[in-house]
């Protein structure tokens, strides 16, 4: 049984696309004619030879739609890993499993891609090459240690390993986005407060006091060439802030700048603590996961610099891995480059000196994930007050600004 892409008209005119297990396309045009869809076209689902590189030495393999070209969100990821997870230790064959899991998603990209991984095992591949076929929606950790579990025949241990490590992370990302929302929402609103005062009200007010003739106040006279240039250049600041944003977005896509931007992380007060201990985490995490799975050590320690954003830190465990390979142990090779937690390095040693690697990698990262938590709470509890502070300043300023006119003109009329 073949994949196939098809391109439907649905009972409503609408033009569909998706994927479809079947032996034949006239099978499956009628499949779809069954379902009340008129089929446009059909076409197996086969990748040509030159496009096929990974791990599929016939060249010949399931291709990826476009529309499937794509990843999904954490938390899709996690909650697909664990279906996965917790069917496969019910000892439900794989291509079963895939088809159960396909037919429970209501998102119609991520059935499909399921269906397009089932037929690939069907065929005779493993479920790590099938995967592979999807590098932005199942990253190198996910694949290797995918692979490692179906080799060492342990793939239900390996899959719950990989669905708490996928929870854990969506855990963590939405705590984070959670206690973002309030300061993000706190800056948006004081810029909109100020700038609609400095547009808007400072020139009604202020037009009041150009016909007295009066000498206005230097704090008046300041906010007015404020208002006045925010008025003029507004648009244009607006779009050079977002011209610079871009720009720099831009710059951060050449590792040169980027390994500058970086390294000048690491000399921030507190924002380097942070950078380096949710890279830490990230890494003694992965770490864990892959040694856990049977990845050997060099293996597992290069593709979890992969997965480390920093690019300092990165090139800091490549350099280890190279030293581990000559000889030196894992808690020395990372001490040299002196970018990662004290700690962690001295979980590394426990780890190794007493056979328990995997469980101290793990202990180092739970540690590390809860420091940077809390971290972040503490960072957002003295954002939130810096900013109403702030913006009660600026309120405050503009209010004197115009006010401090009005009380030299009672003044005068005495």
Do not use: C, W
């Amino acid at each position: 049984m073949a994949a196939f892409e098809y391109i439907v008209l649905d009972d409503k005119g609408k033009e569909r696309k998706g994927v479809i297990e079947g032996d034949t396309a006239r099978q499956v045009r009628q499949l779809l004619r069954d379902k009340g869809m008129m089929p446009l076209e059909i076409s197996e689902s086969r990748r040509k030879a030159k496009d096929s590189q990974r791990g599929d030495k016939s060249g010949v393999g399931v291709s990826v739609p476009r529309f499937l070209q794509r990843g999904i969100s954490s938390t899709e990821l996690a909650l697909l890993t664990r279906q996965l997870a917790t069917l496969i230790q019910a000892a439900l064959p794989l291509d079963e499993t895939l088809a159960a899991v396909a037919n429970q998603t209501e998102k119609q990209r991520i059935k499909s891609m399921l269906y397009a991984i089932r037929s690939r095992v069907l065929e005779g591949h493993s479920l790590a090459v099938g995967l592979a076929d999807y590098p932005k929606v199942f990253p190198e950790l996910y694949r290797a240690t995918v692979d490692a579990g179906e080799q060492s025949g342990h793939l239900d241990t390996v899959l719950d390993r990989l669905a708490d490590y996928t929870e854990s992370r969506q855990e963590i990302q939405g705590k984070v986005r959670q206690a973002l929302i309030y300061p993000a929402f706190l800056s948006l609103f004081a810029i909109a407060i100020v700038v609609f005062m400095m547009t808007s009200i400072v020139p009604q007010v202020v037009s009041v006091f150009e016909d007295t003739g009066q000498e206005l106040p230097g704090l008046t006279v300041t906010l007015i060439a404020m208002s006045d240039f925010v008025v003029d250049y507004g648009m244009l600041l607006l779009i050079a802030v977002v011209a610079l944003f871009i720009g720099f977005q831009v710059l951060l896509t050449r590792p040169a700048f980027m390994m500058k931007y970086h390294m000048f992380l690491f000399r921030l007060p507190v924002i380097h603590r942070l950078v380096r201990g949710l890279n830490a985490a990230l890494f003694t995490r992965t770490f864990s996961i892959l040694t856990g799975s049977g990845v050997n050590i060099l293996e597992a320690m290069k593709i979890s610099a992969k997965v480390v954003s920093n690019l300092p830190m990165r090139q800091a465990i490549l350099e280890a891995t190279d030293r581990v390979r000559e000889g030196t142990n894992i808690k020395n090779a990372l001490e040299h480059s002196k970018l990662f937690p004290p700690m962690t390095l001295q979980l590394i040693a426990s780890g190794e000196n007493s056979g328990k690697l995997e469980e101290m990698l793990e202990r180092a990262s739970v540690q590390l994930e809860r420091e940077q938590v809390t971290m972040i709470a503490y960072i957002v509890g003295i954002l939130e007050p810096v900013i109403i502070l702030t913006m009660g300043l600026m309120v405050l300023l503009i209010v004197l600004g115009i006010l401090l006119p009005i009380f030299d003109l009672n003044s005068l009329v005495k």
